[in-house]
T-cell receptor
Framework: GEDVEQSLFLSVREGDSSVINCTYT??????LYWYKQEPGAGLQLLTY?????DMKQDQRLTVLLNKKDKHLSLRIADTQTGDSAIYFC??????????FGTGTRLKVLA | NAGVTQTPKFQVLKTGQSMTLQCAQD?????MSWYRQDPGMGLRLIHYSVGAGITDQGEVPNGYNVSRSTTEDFPLRLLSAAPSQTSVYFCASSYLGTANTGELFFGEGSRLTVL
């Protein structure tokens, strides 16, 4: 079946890099996304990658896509306390269909 | 910039009561959707719409109704609330079309408790 899997928790020290991983199942997905959810708020798009790309860099964020293994990762360099949030991986698996992962709660320790 | 506006932010219901969660967007998005967020389960799609007068079921539609009479509004109705519907509900909208990245714009959520 269709599923997007993520680990539930990640804890890092301030200044270290964070790597959040995701596996997805639909090989026909056109776009893959990373959304950030801060406490008490809705989700906001952090970054996305088109399925024909391997990597995308945007300031402190690096997205890696391995289509063969259906693996997506988000690396946050120099992680700050303000990066503490829940991060959702999502795939666009059809014109009207988005599949979200369970979310990874990132805790940044000062 | 209003974006996607949801009301109410919080609601407590008794089992069997009905209510409507409101969602409005001012971005002229064709696509609108409702998700519920439960611990450890991520977001699950309840219903979606691709334009006024067009709605379809998502992954978990039972117990919920929707309608789309205008491009801007997409209300979610609970006809007879059950404790299993205790959740945080998110409305999200997007442009359609292959030229777009398909980014979903989310409201701030509505936290519903059914006693």
């Amino acid at each position: 079946g269709e599923d997007v899997e993520q680990s539930l928790f990640l804890s890092v020290r301030e200044g270290d890099s964070s790597v959040i991983n995701c596996t997805y199942t639909d090989s026909s997905s056109t776009y893959l996304y990373w959304y950030k959810q801060e406490p008490g708020a809705g989700l906001q798009l952090l970054t996305y990658i088109f399925s024909n790309m391997d990597m995308k860099q945007d300031q402190r964020l690096t997205v890696l896509l391995n289509k063969k293994d259906k693996h997506l990762s988000l690396r946050i360099a120099d992680t700050q306390t303000g990066d503490s949030a829940i991060y959702f991986c999502a795939e666009k698996a059809g014109t009207y269909k988005y599949i979200f992962g369970t979310g990874t709660r990132l805790k940044v320790l000062a | 910039n209003a974006g996607v506006t949801q009301t109410p932010k919080f609601q407590v219901l008794k089992t069997g009561q009905s209510m409507t969660l409101q969602c409005a967007q001012d971005m002229n998005h064709e696509y609108m959707s409702w998700y519920r967020q439960d611990p450890g389960m991520g977001l699950r799609l309840i219903h979606y719409s691709v334009g006024a007068g067009i709605t379809d079921q998502g992954e978990v539609p039972n117990g919920y109704n929707v309608s789309r009479s205008t491009t801007e509004d997409f209300p979610l109705r609970l006809l007879s609330a059950a404790p299993s519907q205790t959740s945080v509900y998110f409305c999200a909208s997007s442009y359609l079309g292959t030229a777009n990245t398909g980014e979903l714009f989310f409201g701030e959520g509505s936290r519903l408790t059914v006693l």
